[in-house]
């Protein structure tokens, strides 16, 4: 951290930095693009707003330069659960724009937490046809985990903390934050 940004001063600690995320996220798109080299047709990537939105505009560019050719659609949900927690009940706020019948997809997250929303969302994306579904997912917290689900591609294991930047907010602010990190305490206090 620290080039100056207003933010700055809200982290009590950074938990991955720019350049970490960068480097990884170029690690992830070569074993990707590697096992999809075959994909005729290309992949189709589900980025699920908001936060996974700085994740999918870095991991597509990766992709990109690496091929196979890739495709971007966009879902948004929203969690029945209150507060910070999720209930698994899922709302669909923003639907696919189209068809995925017979496409490899590979759904982008920004972070899988107790795994309700994504294990949801692969039962939907399996129930509009597609031919595969793998994730990819910058984040993991391996201890809040509720139920099973399969990532195949994961970026870093990080402990169960609430976290911000690079996509993830709180209350819609920080997520302009080009690392992650957890708030001071006061943070919280103030709002
Ligand atoms: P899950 O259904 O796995 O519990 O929740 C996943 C979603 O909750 C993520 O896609 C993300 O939007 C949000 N989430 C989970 N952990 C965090 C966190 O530490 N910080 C923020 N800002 N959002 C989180």
């Known amino acids: 951290m620290a080039d100056g940004s207003w933010y700055d001063a809200d982290i009590e600690r950074v938990i991955i930095s720019e ?3 960068r480097d990884k996220i170029a690690e992830l798109a070569k074993q990707v693009s590697a096992d999809h080299a075959d994909a005729a047709d290309g992949v189709l990537l589900v980025c699920v707003l908001k936060g996974a939105v700085m994740f999918m505009a870095d991991f597509a560019r990766e992709l990109g330069r690496l091929g196979p050719p890739s495709e971007m659609e966009f879902m948004a949900v929203s969690s029945y659960g209150q507060g910070t927690t999720s209930s698994g ?3 669909i706020l923003k639907d696919l724009d189209r068809d995925i019948a017979g496409r490899r997809v590979i759904v982008v997250e920004d972070i899988v937490d107790s795994g309700l929303t ?4 692969l039962k939907y994306l399996e129930s ?5 579904i793998e994730v990819v997912a910058l984040f993991r917290k391996p201890e809040a985990i509720k139920v ?3 990532v195949r591609y994961v970026g ?9 930047g690079y996509g993830l907010d709180f209350a819609e602010r920080y997520r302009e934050m080009p ?3 957890v ?3 006061e943070v919280y206090a103030r709002s």
């Open 179 to 181: 690392y992650v990190g």
């Open 89 to 91: 009940v899922v709302r």
């Open 128 to 132: 509009r046809g597609a031919a595969s």
């Open 148 to 150: 099973p689900v399969e």
């Open 118 to 121: 994504l294990s949801w969302l």
């Open 156 to 164: 870093f294991d990080i402990p169960s903390e609430f976290v911000v």
């Open 19 to 21: 350049q970490q995320i």
């Open 183 to 185: 708030l001071k305490p």
